[in-house]
């Protein structure tokens, strides 16, 4: 019989601690109230028994809220949108980095930003649901129909860039658009509220540059997005 050292003891009795806490922490759904509700974004009260009151939005119903899943649930699910890093590799030249400037309402500017879209409930249980909305984002947002000699990947499957504020998850995919000539774009695609103002393609000198300056050509600060994806663009061989 092997016996407890006291530090094995205390890990054992912190461990326990914060499983308890955890618990007492998980949301029900008698917590939760609906402050707003619109078609992409809901404003939810979370009611903390004796620790008052966390306000979230969010992009979800109240029956898909992640803070009401058990940890298997919420390993599994399906995040609200696609971010797209797409590399133009066109024959014969340096491979590039597509980006487009996007109004962002809550900024009041145009934003250097990556092709992105949500994820239509439509699609929510279809397979590989992430890449058909990468596909449909890029079209919409850049005229660029995914062809057979193209690639599309996930990087990453769900990422949350303001997690204190928002549940809003991301999936991080990248498109290799893979061409003998550059293809022909247009921002004619958008819809609703989207409004564009033109293309920023760039090289590997370029995008280092934006990097180490920690701005975009324009002077702006850039969102988190786009900052992935320069620097995966500078990862790519």
Known sequence: MRLIHKHEAEEVKTLSSKMAIKKELQMRKEQVKTLYDAKYLRFYEFERQDQGKYYVASRREPDRLPALMTEDEFKKHLPDAVSCFVILNIKGQEKKLLLNREFRYPLGQYMLSVPAGIIDPEDYDKENAIERTAARELYEETGIMIQESDEIAVVNPCVFSTPGMTDEGNALVYISINRDQMPAMTQTGAEGSEVFDGFCILDHQQAQKLLSQGVDDRGFY????????????????
């Open 222 to 237: 850039m969102p988190l997005y786009t900052w992935a994806a320069l620097m995966f663009y500078l990862g790519v061989k």
